[in-house]
């Protein structure tokens, strides 16, 4: 198996085993943290572990190698194609876009986690909670005291971190702030000797466009599956 295959599983059972909650053959993060969750195999052993780990009504995210099945318990709130993409040489792609004009970086904190989210919620670029910024490193640009762009760090298994939460407020964007925070983010995942990866909607074009120039290339096709538990 591939370390990124079964990806969320293999972050919450290695590297990021202190953000699980587990039962059985399922594991979910600490929902403060993220609401993405995860099991060993997609059977009925794993539905049925993943609904101990939650309350009726309450909402999770899967990323699948298929696409879901309808399930007694569980309602399908959303589900998307969803692309894993793999930057093997994006360092050096990257490293040839910096420019002496590019605004400020700075690294952003438990102190900025209200406008993380404020941010987030406005741009939607997948879940983002109160304590999601202690996944790893997120970098942020301010304009006139305004965090108005942000990237940063998420699923984490051996050899591999995400990057994630790449946003840009609508009212800045055009300036280059996500390949600009993009870079940065890339460059210090390599330089801890890791392969940056990401997962991006399929119909998300200008993103994915984006990616492919900084050097992410397709891995696999998979599928998100937003669920709401509706059985106790």
Known sequence: ??????????????????????????????????????????????????????????????????????????????????????????????????????????????ADSAEMIELTALTKPGPFNKRTHELGTFLGIRRAGKLVAMAGERLKVPGFTEVSAVCTHPEHTGHGYARILMTEVMRRIRSQGETPFLHVREDNVRAVELYERLGFTLRVVGHLAVLRKIEG
């Open 1 to 110: 198996m591939h370390p990124l295959d079964n990806v969320i599983w293999k972050a919450l059972s290695t590297r990021q085993a202190e953000f699980a909650e587990a039962c059985a053959t399922a594991r979910t993060f600490i929902p403060e943290v993220t609401s993405l969750a995860g099991f060993r195999e997609p059977t009925a052993e794993g539905y049925e572990s993943l609904g101990g780990l939650l309350r009726v009504r309450e909402t999770i995210a899967l990323f699948l190698a298929e696409p879901h099945q309808p399930r007694v318990g569980w309602d399908l709130v959303h589900g998307d194609r969803l692309l894993q993409m793999v930057c093997d040489n994006g360092y050096f792609a990257a490293m040839g876009n910096e420019s002496e004009s590019d605004p400020e970086i700075i690294e952003l904190s438990a």
